[in-house]
C-alpha cells in the first residue's frame, strides 16, 4: 500500500518561498508514475499544481507555471515543492499524490489513486 | 484549456434516492482521461472513476459512470449515508490535469 505524506511549514510570509516535501512509503519513487501536486484553498475546489517523474521531467499547471519548481530525491523516496512571491490567494490545504497511469488494450488512463492526507500552508505576514 | 463544468453545485437528497451528476467540458474529451473524485471534510479526494466508466479498486457498484465527448454523469444509484460528500470530475489533457468546480451531495 503506498502512502505519501506532506511536511513543511504551516505559515508563510507574503513575497517569499513556500516549501514542502512529500515522503513516499510502501513503493518507490522510481516506479512508473508520476507524482503530483494538488492544493485546495479554504472551502473551494481543487486545483492541480503539476507532476513529475523520477527522471526529473515536470509538466506544470500553465497559471502557475512561472512560480513553481517540483523536484525529486530519488535516493529520500520523496519530491518537493516550491512555490515563489506567495500571496493570501496561495493560502490553501496542499496534497501530494501519485499519478498513475493504467495501460489496457492500447489505451492510457492517467489519474490520481493515492494522495497524502494533506497540510495546510497559511500565506500571512 | 479545458474547462469543465459541473451541475448542479448542491443537489438534497435523502439516503436510498438516486443521484445523477453532471460534468461537461468545453471542449471534446477522451473517455479515457476522465475521472471522478469524492470528497469528504477535512479528507483527500478519493478516486472513484476512472477513464470516464471504470471503477477504482474498492468502489462499490451503487457508484457508475458515463459519457463521452463533452457530457459526462456519474450516477449514484442508492445514496447511503457515507455518500453524502462533494464530487470532482477531472480530465488529463495537454500534459495537465484540470478539475471541475465540485458538486456536493447532502442530506434534504
Known amino acids: 500500500q503506498v502512502q505519501l505524506q506532506e511536511s513543511g511549514p504551516g505559515l508563510v510570509k507574503p513575497s517569499g518561498t513556500l516549501s514542502l516535501t512529500c515522503a513516499v512509503s510502501g513503493g518507490s519513487i522510481s516506479s512508473s508514475n508520476w507524482w503530483s501536486w494538488v492544493r485546495q484553498p479554504p472551502g473551494k475546489g481543487l486545483e492541480w499544481i503539476g507532476e513529475?517523474?523520477?527522471?526529473?521531467?515536470?509538466n506544470y499547471n500553465p497559471s502557475l507555471k512561472s512560480r513553481v519548481t517540483i523536484s525529486v530525491d530519488k535516493s529520500k523516496n520523496q519530491f518537493s515543492l516550491k512555490l515563489s512571491s506567495v500571496t493570501a490567494a496561495d493560502t490553501a490545504v496542499y496534497y501530494c499524490?501519485?499519478?498513475?497511469?493504467?495501460?489496457?488494450?492500447?489505451?492510457?488512463?492517467?489519474?490520481?489513486?493515492?494522495w497524502g492526507q494533506g497540510t495546510l500552508v497559511t500565506v500571512s505576514s | 484549456e479545458i474547462v469543465l463544468t459541473q451541475s448542479p453545485g448542491t443537489l438534497s437528497l435523502s439516503p436510498g434516492e438516486r443521484a445523477t451528476l453532471s460534468c461537461r467540458a468545453s471542449q471534446s474529451v477522451s473517455s479515457s482521461y476522465l475521472a471522478w473524485y469524492q470528497q469528504k471534510p477535512g479528507q483527500a479526494p478519493r478516486l472513484l472513476i476512472y477513464?470516464?466508466?471504470s471503477r477504482a479498486t474498492g468502489i462499490p457498484d451503487r457508484f457508475s459512470g458515463s459519457g463521452s465527448g463533452t457530457d459526462f454523469t456519474l450516477t449514484i444509484s442508492r445514496l447511503e449515508p457515507e455518500d453524502f460528500a462533494v464530487y470532482y470530475c477531472?480530465?488529463?489533457?495537454?500534459?495537465?490535469?484540470?478539475f471541475g468546480p465540485g458538486t456536493k451531495v447532502d442530506i434534504k
Open positions: 499524490a501519485r499519478t498513475h497511469t493504467y495501460y489496457y488494450d492500447s489505451s492510457g488512463y492517467p489519474y490520481l489513486d493515492y
Open positions: 513529475i517523474y523520477h527522471s526529473g521531467s515536470t
Open positions: 477513464g470516464a466508466s
Open positions: 477531472q480530465q488529463y489533457g495537454s500534459s495537465q490535469f484540470t
